[in-house]
C-alpha cells in the first residue's frame, strides 16, 4: 500500500487562508469516506483534527475543515494563526485486508 | 482524563526482540479497536497494526507481518506490541492509538510515544 500523496510543503502568512491536498487512489481516498487529518507539532504527539472527510471533533476550531473529490482530499485552515505551524497528515481506509494508509505529511510554515 | 501511556522502548540489536506495553486509563478500553502506529526519526507517521475490542481480530502491515504481535488484556486496560526479528528499519517512534468509536476509522487519542532504536 502506497502512501498518499501530499505537498511537502505549503505557506501563507497570518489570517490568509491555505489548502493541503492529500491524493489517493480509487482503493483508498476515492472508495471511503473515512479520510481524517492529523496535526503534529516537533517532539509531540499528532493529534486528531478532522474525520469522516469533513467532521471536527469537538475542540477543534472551526478554522479547520476538509473536503473530498474524487480520489484527492483537502484540509483547508482559514485564518491562519501562527500557532497553526505544524506537519499535517491525512489517512484513508482502505479496506479490511490492508486497512489504510497516511499521506507523507505537510509542513505548513506561517511566514 | 483521557490518556495512554507507552513504556518498554530502548535499544536493541539487529534481529533482537522487544515488548512495548500501552497503559490506558480514563475511558472503557474494552470499547474500543486499538492500533500502533510509528514514525522513523524526521519522516512520516505509518500505520502498522490493529486489533479487534475483544482482541479475536488483527492486521498486520506488510511490513511486520510475521514478525510483530499485537495483543491486549482488557482486564488490565493493557495493548502490548511484541516485536520479534528487529531490523534498523524498525528503528522509530511508537505510539499507542486509539481507534475512534463507532463504524468511522480515525485516531483519536493518541500517546506520548516510546522510542525503539535497532543498531549494533
Known amino acids: 500500500q502506497s502512501a498518499l500523496t501530499q505537498p511537502r510543503s505549503v505557506s501563507g502568512s497570518p489570517g490568509q487562508s491555505v489548502t493541503i491536498s492529500c491524493t489517493g487512489t480509487?482503493?483508498?481516498?476515492?472508495?471511503?469516506?473515512?479520510v481524517s487529518w492529523y496535526q503534529q507539532h516537533p517532539g509531540k504527539a499528532p493529534k486528531f483534527m478532522i474525520y469522516?472527510?469533513?467532521k471536527r471533533p469537538s475542540g477543534v476550531p472551526d478554522r479547520f475543515s476538509g473536503s473530498k473529490s474524487g480520489n484527492t482530499a483537502s484540509l483547508t485552515i482559514s485564518g491562519l494563526q501562527a500557532e497553526d505551524e505544524a506537519d499535517y497528515y491525512c489517512?484513508?481506509?482502505?479496506?479490511?485486508?490492508?486497512?489504510?494508509?497516511f499521506g507523507g505529511g505537510t509542513k505548513l510554515t506561517v511566514l | 482524563e483521557v490518556q495512554l501511556v507507552e513504556s518498554g522502548g530502548g535499544l536493541v540489536q539487529p534481529g533482537g526482540s522487544l515488548r512495548l506495553s500501552c497503559a490506558a486509563s480514563?475511558?472503557?478500553?474494552?470499547?474500543?479497536?486499538m492500533h500502533w502506529v510509528r514514525q522513523a526519526p524526521g519522516k512520516g507517521l505509518v500505520w502498522v497494526l490493529r486489533?479487534?475490542?475483544?482482541?479475536?481480530?488483527?492486521t498486520y502491515a506488510d511490513s511486520v507481518k510475521g514478525r510483530f504481535t499485537i495483543s491486549r488484556d482488557n482486564a488490565k486496560n493493557t495493548l502490548y506490541l511484541q516485536m520479534n526479528s528487529l531490523r534498523a528499519e524498525d528503528t522509530a517512534v511508537y505510539y499507542c492509538?486509539?481507534?475512534?468509536?463507532?463504524?468511522?476509522?480515525?485516531?483519536?487519542?493518541w500517546g506520548q510515544g516510546t522510542m525503539v532504536t535497532v543498531s549494533s
Open positions: 492509538v486509539r481507534g475512534i468509536k463507532g463504524t468511522s476509522v480515525a485516531f483519536d487519542i
Open positions: 480514563g475511558f472503557t478500553f474494552s470499547s474500543h479497536w
Open positions: 486489533i479487534s475490542t475483544d482482541g479475536s481480530g488483527t
Open positions: 480509487s482503493s483508498d481516498v476515492g472508495a471511503y469516506n473515512y
Open positions: 469522516d472527510v469533513s
Open positions: 489517512h484513508s481506509y482502505a479496506g479490511s485486508y490492508t486497512f489504510g494508509v
